[in-house]
């Protein structure tokens, strides 16, 4: 199974400071259709994950756009260039490429 | 609406069976492979099983191999999860998700939870 690494656990940032979650895979995620099936899921208190990338770097319908990804083979990231309160949850990173699906552990952001 | 509400979770004992299921509506349900993903209490997220858009192609954990079944019923828009043989560590919150042609999830439900305990 490919494991899924975040850092750190717990990430408290200043309101409107930026916040970087990273995500290591323990094998590469390119898979043989070209492809890197990696996204990146925000889970608020309370609430359902919601997606907020795919494919590294690629931002879903209606997701702010101070949410970006990037990485590439097995180091990933997730930045949010400005922390806003609505931004606090746990993030998850997912990779899609090989079966079974994994998650990485999950990265808190909270407000200081 | 577009949206996924799963139900059936309920309270049940080591070894017993349960059936969840995840009504789809504002979507075409049939185009789309269709997930279920746990999380225990306090815990992250798992991924549990998958069945493909025609009920032809199914995946399962190592986790639940052999004592869960998922599958559809494209008729009703709706999805389910055949839970036999459940153990304390089955306890979770059960959710259904929607999955695109990227495999990445872009609709989930609220969740059912599902506890396993004497």
């Known amino acids: 199974d490919i494991v899924m690494t975040q850092t750190p656990l717990s990430s408290p940032v200043t309101l409107g400071q930026p916040a970087s979650i990273s995500c290591r895979s323990s094998q590469s995620l390119v898979h043989s259709d070209g492809n890197t099936y990696l996204s990146w899921l925000q889970q608020r208190p309370g609430q359902p994950p919601r997606l907020l990338i795919y494919k590294i770097s690629n931002r879903f319908s209606g997701v702010p756009d101070r949410f970006s990804g990037s990485g590439a083979g097995t180091d990933f990231t997730l930045k949010i260039s400005r922390v806003e309160a609505e931004d606090v949850g746990v993030y998850y990173c997912?990779?899609?490429?090989?079966?079974?699906?994994?998650f990485g552990g999950g990265t808190k952001v909270e407000i200081k | 609406e577009v949206q996924l509400v799963e139900s059936g979770g309920v309270v049940v004992q080591p070894g017993g069976s349960l059936r969840l299921s995840c009504a789809a509506s504002?979507?075409?349900?049939?185009?789309?492979?269709m997930h279920w993903v746990r999380q225990a209490p306090g815990k992250g997220l798992e991924w549990v099983s998958l069945i493909s858009w025609d009920g032809g192609s199914t995946y399962y954990a190592d986790s639940v191999k052999g004592r869960f079944t998922i599958s559809r019923d494209n008729s009703k828009n709706s999805l389910y999860l055949q839970m036999n043989s459940l153990r304390t560590e089955d306890t979770a919150l059960y959710y259904c998700?929607?999955?695109?042609?990227?495999?990445?999830?872009?609709?989930w439900g609220r969740g059912t939870l599902v506890t396993v305990s004497s």
């Open positions: 998700a929607k999955a695109t042609t990227g495999w990445y999830f872009d609709l």
């Open positions: 997912m990779q899609a490429t090989q079966f079974p699906l994994t």
């Open positions: 504002g979507f075409t349900f049939d185009d789309y492979t």
